[in-house]
Nanobody
Framework: VQLVESGGGPVQAGASLRLSCAAS????????MGWFRQAPGKEREFVAG????????HYADSVKGRFTISRDNAKNAVYLQMNSLKPEDTAVYYC?????????????????WGQGTQVTVSS
């Protein structure tokens, strides 16, 4: 499966952004999906994950209550709605796919990655 993210950009603190991840190749419904982010000089970190059906989601504590992950299997797409953005949310955001049946948060558990989209939040 090939993944392409879009929707990033520069915003002010408190603003909202919606990231999209479009898939080609194998249908996304086979995969649990995740969003990760990586800030300069930092390791890639888990942000949010969603089950194949979209029924179950899980989030990093740092984004809980502000970010929402969703998916539309008919459109072969996954989304990340980001509200109340903070400067510390600045990073390159990646979507990723895993064939694991578990809600994993480590990057090594994912087998396909997009190229990333930059989100920059200014104060």
């Amino acid at each position: 499966v090939q993944l392409v993210e879009s929707g990033g950009g520069p915003v002010q603190a408190g603003a909202s952004l919606r990231l999209s991840c479009a898939a080609s190749g194998r249908t996304l419904s086979y995969y649990r999906m995740g969003w990760f982010r990586q800030a300069p000089g930092k390791e890639r970190e888990f942000v949010a994950g969603i089950s194949t059906s979209g029924t179950n989601t899980h989030y990093a504590d740092s984004v809980k209550g502000r970010f929402t992950i969703s998916r539309d299997n008919a459109k072969n797409a996954v989304y990340l709605q980001m509200n109340s953005l903070k400067p510390e949310d600045t990073a390159v955001y990646y979507c990723a796919a895993t064939d694991s049946p578990y809600a994993i948060t480590r990057p090594g558990g994912y087998l396909a990655w997009g190229q990333g989209t930059q989100v920059t939040v200014s104060s």
